[in-house]
């Protein structure tokens, strides 16, 4: 029972970092086919997605840091999520430590997915134990859908700042948006997005998603999403065992 309730969370933690760590990019789409790194005297915050969008197609790799700073976020009725932090490589390949709770007990654990095999930590003696093929967490998402599903859905993007080295955009994501990653969203509402790009390259080092999704989390529940070292390793390795 144990271990498919951490494969859940497992599962339901892939989603939900990629779809709100890339995805979210994507969901303002502009049709200009600018150089990313050209100088403009103006950009548009939408302009600003698309080509953080393109920068981020590029990307081989990534390492991501999920915290809470107030609240954390419910997954189901006895699933949430605290922590999660760790490499991903195309969407195909990662290696991620997790902590949650389990109806209300602490637990850690971890997934790593290599092209060779899904290993799963056992958050009751921290051994890595393989499992079958069919319970990889990246079999239960897919990157192109959960695209398709969000874009264009974050509303009214402003610039709040802008600096010699980033932007910070302002945004509005419907909860519905989310349905797929946290159950019963709370209807006709909205979370707050902000979103911090690298003016060098475009690429996303920080999102904050900041709002209740769920009616078992707080009002103020406050999402913090880090992305770096990118394209800094190309493979994941198997567990010592």
Known sequence: MIQNNILKLSNLIITYIVVNLIIILLSCNSSSNTNIYEEEKYISPIEILNKSSKSIEKLNSFYLDLSHENGFTF?????????????????????????????????????????????????????????????????????????????????KPQITENTTEKYVINGILPNKSLASIVPEPVEEAN??????????DFLLSKAILIGKINNMEQNNTKRIIKLSKFNEIISISLPNQ
């Open 191 to 200: 979370i707050e997005v902000l979103l911090t790009i690298r003016k060098s």
């Open 75 to 155: 997954i189901s009725t006895n699933l949430s999520l605290i922590s999660a932090k760790g490499y991903i490589i195309n969407s195909e390949e990662l290696n991620i430590e997790f902590s949650g709770l389990i109806s209300g007990i602490p637990i850690k654990s971890g997934v790593i997915v290599t092209n060779q095999s899904t290993y799963l930590k056992n958050p009751l003696n921290e051994i890595w134990e393989k499992i079958p093929e069919n319970l990889n967490p990246i079999n239960f998402f897919d990157p192109s859908e959960g695209i398709s599903n969000i874009l264009n859905d974050i509303s």
